[in-house]
């Protein structure tokens, strides 16, 4: 199945899976690869800042590195969203080089994303590697960490969590609508890239099932509690500092 220039077949998973293209416009929205690249803690000039400033204030969160843990697992997620769902369905990925996606900060979750052009690219395990973790979280990553104390494990933790979370979504749509055959390409998808150097030891996954070996902090914020995939059981009442690697 070809990628359709709409990537319209995305639509029915849901908003994390949905990827404008073409036929929007993304008008001034700065790229991805701008995000990355600006360190400056200017919100009027950084996005990835103001992202963090905004979900913090969403979330009442107790310090900035917790809305950004936040910030960067959902940005994660749409990522593994979109690449996840057009390897299982088209059997193919679009090219999401980070200069040709735009990306609004102020947008309400899940994070609204603009592609400039679908250029096809082979749905396997290690194309999607290098498109998401290389191309996106990896400077993603790098980016928070100027500003922000998030060890690399919990960084880690996030992406893989965000991997599992689209998968299990998806196999919960195909076995809904009778497609096997998408959410068996998706579990062995997932399986593979958690395999990824950038990603083993981040957890476990059974199945569809994930538990992952570090926290995103989530539960520092007020009335958070722990997530599905916590290393914790319930939330710590040791020191943040503890939680974080």
């Excluded at 690869?33 to 800042?49: E, H, I, K, R, V």
């Excluded at 697992?73 to 299982?88: F, P």
């Excluded at 994070?111 to 194309?127: E, F, I, K, N, S």
Aim: proline share 8%; with cysteine; hydrophobic share 45%.
């Amino acid at each position: 199945m070809d990628l359709d220039p709409d990537l319209a077949a995305l639509r029915p998973f849901g908003g994390f899976f949905v990827l404008r293209t073409a036929g929007a416009t993304a008008g001034s929205l700065p790229t991805l690869a701008q995000a990355y690249a600006d360190a400056s803690p200017d919100l009027d000039g950084n996005p990835l800042a103001f992202r963090i400033r905004k979900v913090a204030n969403a979330l009442r969160a107790p310090e900035p590195r917790v809305a950004a843990s936040v910030a960067h697992q959902g940005l994660a997620a749409r990522l593994w969203s979109v690449a996840l769902g057009c390897a299982a369905l088209y059997g193919r990925l679009p090219d999401l080089d980070a200069r040709a996606l735009h990306w609004d900060a102020d947008g309400s979750a899940p994070d609204d994303l603009w592609l400039a052009h679908v250029r096809p690219l082979p749905g396997d395990a290690p194309t999607i590697a290098d498109v998401v973790l290389h191309g996106h979280l990896e400077p993603l990553s790098a980016a928070l960490r100027v500003h922000h104390r998030l060890a690399p494990g919990l960084l880690r933790g996030n992406a893989a969590s965000a991997l599992a979370g689209a998968a299990r979504e998806l196999d919960r749509w195909a076995r809904r609508h009778d497609r096997t055959d998408l959410a068996a390409r998706a579990r062995d998808l997932a399986a593979q890239l958690l395999t990824h150097p950038l990603l083993t030891g981040s957890g476990t996954l059974t199945g569809t099932a994930f538990r992952r070996r570090s926290c995103c902090l989530y539960y520092r914020v007020p009335g958070g509690g722990v997530c599905g995939d916590c290393c914790f059981p319930r939330p710590p009442r040791s020191s943040p500092r503890a939680t974080s690697g």
